[in-house]
């Protein structure tokens, strides 16, 4: 249960996933990635972008992904 006071409400409690050491490791693996991908990117810093690839899959990638609170683990 959270606090009235945590800023966070009964469906913020629902978002977590639990993910197995593999699911987990790729997902850090691509933060550490992304976060390194831009800060060699200059032109990228402070920017929305778009990621996509050959077969047409694309993700948006703001502020809030990449510094909005989000961890990197090392």
Do not use: C, W
């Amino acid at each position: 249960m959270t606090s009235p006071d945590s800023g966070n409400n009964q469906e913020d409690e629902n978002l977590d996933v639990e993910l197995t050491d593999e699911e987990f490791e790729q997902i850090a693996g691509g933060l550490r990635a992304l976060k390194e991908f831009k800060m060699k990117n200059a032109n990228l810093m402070g920017k929305p972008f778009r990621i996509k690839n050959k077969a047409g899959m694309d993700v948006r990638v703001d502020q809030g992904m990449i510094y909005g609170g989000a961890h990197y683990p090392n």
